[in-house]
């Protein structure tokens, strides 16, 4: 089966001034623009969602600088998937705060995928991704907060070329220092619990 061409994506900038401006990626020159509009719409509704966390979290106070930007993780084989990325400074604070959230789309099917979509229904994904993530925090030393046990169910994810990336926001489990904990556990680690229908199982295959 061929590899299907991967969704184009155009850049659009939204400014609130010299120091606020977000760069938002929406798909264009879609076949099927019923899905062209449902991921569109998806990633400002995100958008939007990360811009009002920040401001609700000090909506008293000034609100400086904002740069909202984006990566494409994955965008083959009828998956596509991409971060969105939101910095904001707020007047007086000891330094600036982002958040980082991802969207996962299997364009075969037209949906928006959770983390949990994308194994075996009654797996437990949780458990496994849970246990290899508690090695790479022993294997790399990762000095942590609070400890840590599993995941979330709805823990946030991408997914890269063979390896699904699962990570923790800021204060999640780390110091502020430490950035972003970003954990890569590759396909065929999990390749008996994934759903091999699905984005994961397509992204498996070696053809």
């Known amino acids: 089966m061929p590899v299907p061409f991967p969704v184009s994506i ?16 929406q798909a264009i020159q879609m076949m099927n623009k019923q899905l062209e509009v449902m991921i569109n719409h998806t990633i400002i509704k995100e958008i939007e969602a990360m811009i009002a966390q920040q401001d609700g979290e000090m909506e008293d ?5 904002v740069l909202g930007t984006y990566e494409i993780k994955n965008n083959q084989r009828n998956v596509l998937s991409l971060s969105l990325s939101n910095y904001t ?5 000891a330094h ?7 969207l996962t789309f299997d364009l075969r099917k037209g949906e928006k995928c959770t983390l949990k979509d994308l194994f075996k229904p009654g797996s ?3 458990k496994r ?31 890269a070329d063979k390896s699904i990336v699962i990570y923790f926001q800021l204060y999640e489990l780390t110091a502020y220092v430490y950035g972003f904990p970003m954990f890569p556990i590759s396909i065929y680690d999990l390749q008996d619990i994934i ?13």
């Not at 155009?10 to 990626?25: L, Q």
């Not at 106070?61 to 600088?65: D, P, Q, R, S, T």
């Open 96 to 102: 600036g705060m982002t958040i980082i959230k991802s």
């Open 129 to 159: 991704l849970s246990a290899l993530i508690q090695e790479q925090i022993k294997a790399r030393d990762i000095q942590l907060l609070n400890g840590f046990t599993a995941i979330r169910p709805d823990q946030d994810f991408y997914l």
């Open 195 to 207: 759903d091999e229908n699905g984005p994961l199982g397509r992204l498996a295959q070696n053809n």
């Open 10 to 25: 155009a850049t659009f900038a939204m400014s609130g001034g010299p120091k606020k401006t977000i760069f938002i990626p």
């Open 89 to 93: 400074y707020h007047a007086r604070a």
């Open 124 to 126: 437990d994904y949780v």
């Open 61 to 65: 106070v000034l609100v400086e600088e």
